[in-house]
Nanobody, 115 residues
């Protein structure tokens, strides 16, 4: 059984920063590719960043150079550091394995970028 709990969202002004945290339960975390996804109103859910068990990363073009994904396998946790936030980053952010497994979706955490 895997459970993923996201936290760290909030309201931030354009240009600001937030750090999202995904706490995972389950023994498969350490061997799993993990990803951060987001869904804005009216849009499909999209992958934002992924990280392999060994720390290899990949980013969507829209966030490259602004977001940083990391993980702490000892703590079963994945992070998303978001800098230079833009209004178009406003969305509900989720973590999941990559490729995503339907049964692992959590409640997500809302990020709103607005002045």
């Amino acid at each position: 059984q895997v459970r993923l709990v996201e936290s760290g969202g909030g309201l931030v002004q354009p240009g600001g920063s937030l750090r999202l945290t995904c706490a995972a339960s389950g023994s498969l975390f350490r061997v799993s590719v993990m990803g951060w996804y987001r869904q804005a109103p009216g849009n499909q859910r999209e992958v934002v960043a992924t990280i392999t068990s060994g720390g290899g990363t990949n980013y969507a073009d829209s966030v490259k150079g602004r977001f940083t994904i990391s993980r702490d396998n000892a703590k079963n946790t994945v992070y998303l550091q978001m800098d230079s936030l833009k209004p178009e980053d406003t969305a509900v952010y989720y973590c999941n394995v990559r490729p995503a497994f339907q049964g692992y979706w959590g409640q997500g955490t809302q990020v709103t970028v607005s002045s």
